[in-house]
């Protein structure tokens, strides 16, 4: 959460372990190239881009880590083969570029969230952009523990305010459609409730009867599989 003078500290600032935990940002856009980006993060963040590929990427060693630049799509992984790479230049204003990092730290956070105006200034745009674009962030936060209570009540408090945070989001029309941040199912939501679910293997069985895909705005796979 962003506060006037930036990100407000997490209510459980560090893991089971000790350490301050960390998260993961995964920003999409268009309106720049692969080649485009790694210019602009090595002119903000620093760092030495390696690779020649034009659809994937590294800046290694940035002043937050190692970021990822790519096209957010399968496709690029058969991108050598002529019609493919014709069809993914051809696709660059609905196929987003994604900029992935390292996990960061509060400072680190800050620092990159500050860098995203440089993305802006250079072309980038998101979603209200165009009403054919339906771009994401998707923040991977790193949990206090799997065992730990605030970790389930973290997600049964997603599934009580994912309706509201929906409507204060605003989600674009063309988000809403497409399948990637469909909402958790009430009948899940209803069961994460049951006073017995107080472990992530509750969730799992949950999870198991209740969701059939990755595609939701709170995606439990990484702590689930």
């Known amino acids: 959460m962003l506060t006037g003078s930036g990100f407000a500290p997490l209510p459980n600032a560090t893991t089971e372990g000790g350490h301050a935990r960390k998260i993961g940002v995964e920003v999409e856009f268009s309106g720049l190239t692969v080649a485009d980006t790694v210019n602009v993060v090595e002119k903000g963040l620093s760092g030495t881009p390696e690779g020649d590929d034009?659809?994937?990427?590294?800046?290694?060693?940035?002043?937050?880590?190692?970021i990822k630049v790519e096209l957010d799509t399968v496709a690029k992984a058969a991108s050598d083969v002529d019609l493919v790479r014709h069809g993914l230049d051809a696709?660059?204003?609905?196929?987003?570029?994604?900029?992935?990092?390292?996990?960061l730290d509060l400072f680190q956070l800050q620092e990159f969230s500050d860098?995203?105006?440089?993305?802006?200034?250079?072309?980038?745009?998101?979603?209200?952009?165009?009403?054919?674009l339906g771009f994401g962030v998707h923040l991977n936060p790193e949990v206090v523990g799997l065992t730990h209570s605030h970790t389930v009540e973290?997600?049964?408090a997603y599934g009580l305010l994912e309706a509201h945070l929906r409507r204060v989001e605003?989600?674009?029309?063309?988000?809403?459609v497409l399948p990637f941040v469909a909402p958790w199912p009430e009948a899940f939501v209803t069961a994460l409730l049951d006073k017995?679910?107080?472990?992530?293997?509750d969730v799992l069985q949950l999870a198991i009867t209740h969701l059939s895909s990755r595609n939701h705005g709170l995606d439990l796979l990484q702590m689930l599989k």
Request: hydrophobic letters at 40%.
């Open 115 to 132: 860098f995203l105006g440089d993305l802006r200034d250079a072309g980038a745009q998101g979603s209200r952009s165009g009403v054919l």
């Open 170 to 176: 605003r989600l674009n029309l063309t988000r809403r």
């Open 91 to 103: 696709a660059r204003a609905v196929v987003p570029i994604e900029i992935i990092t390292d996990p």
């Open 54 to 66: 034009q659809f994937l990427r590294h800046v290694k060693g940035t002043r937050v880590g190692d």
């Open 154 to 156: 973290t997600i049964r």
């Open 196 to 201: 017995n679910v107080t472990s992530l293997n």
